[in-house]
């Protein structure tokens, strides 16, 4: 019989946090805080193709989760600083494993699937 901390079961709420760290923007963003604290901007522009409305929101939800801080500075105008903490550095671990394992295989997927079908 499935328990609480069984992510198989549909009760588990380990499935929200599988979720959080499965999303291709979540795992990018954790990945590019990796060297240190980043401001919005910076993010974006590592990211390619994140739209801010997106970026926001993923952002967000990884403060909410306890994956990143965010540092808002009493400057005018106000600065914002988006960092790691422990929990997001012990994530980006096995997510950091997952990127490099895709850059190194991508030539071993079929050339004949669109690969931004499965885009999310």
Known sequence: MPTRDDVYAACCPCRDMLDLLANKWSAL???????????????????????????????RRLEEHGLIEREVFAEVPPRVVYSLTPLGRDANGPLSLLRTWVEQNIGRFPQNHEMSDMSG
């Open 29 to 59: 963003a954790l990945g590019a805080l990796e060297p240190g604290p980043q401001r919005f901007g910076a993010l974006r522009s590592r990211l390619q193709g994140v739209s801010p409305k997106v970026l926001t929101a993923t952002l």
